[in-house]
Nanobody, 126 residues
Framework: QVQLVESGGGLVQAGGSLRLSCAAS????????MGWFRQAPGKEREFVAS????????YYTDSVKGRFTISRDNAKNTVYLQMNSLKPEDMAVYYC???????????????????WGQGTQVTVSS
């Protein structure tokens, strides 16, 4: 079965950086778009960033543009989220997600993703 395992979360001061990783297994990773979502306490899960199957197309929510970078290494079956200039409002549980259908473009809609990781906590202190 498909498994997504996130790592790299932790505690960082405002202005600092973290890199999240998501290791995928169970299907041909390079055929599927991937995304990152986050959920803060008391809030709904929201889209953060996505990348298409080939890595050539990315999307970001406005609040992270210029600070976060999504990338993927298809040889390592891993997608990354480099987070720079972190703000307290970035604090949340971050989830990696795998698209339901192959060869698609990246999507902001959580309904387009069929597989989810367990989440990794990102805490930003002010």
């Amino acid at each position: 079965q498909v498994q997504l395992v996130e790592s790299g979360g932790g505690l960082v001061q405002a202005g600092g950086s973290l890199r999240l990783s998501c290791a995928a297994s169970g299907r041909t990773f390079s055929s599927y778009a991937m995304g990152w979502f986050r959920q803060a306490p008391g809030k709904e899960r929201e889209f953060v960033a996505s990348i298409n199957w080939g890595g050539g197309r990315t999307y970001y929510t406005d609040s992270v543009k210029g600070r976060f970078t999504i990338s993927r290494d298809n040889a390592k079956n891993t997608v990354y989220l480099q987070m720079n200039s972190l703000k307290p409002e970035d604090m949340a549980v971050y989830y990696c997600a795998g698209a339901a259908k192959p060869w698609g473009g990246s999507s902001r809609a959580s309904s387009e993703y069929a597989y989810w990781g367990q989440g990794t906590q990102v805490t930003v202190s002010s």
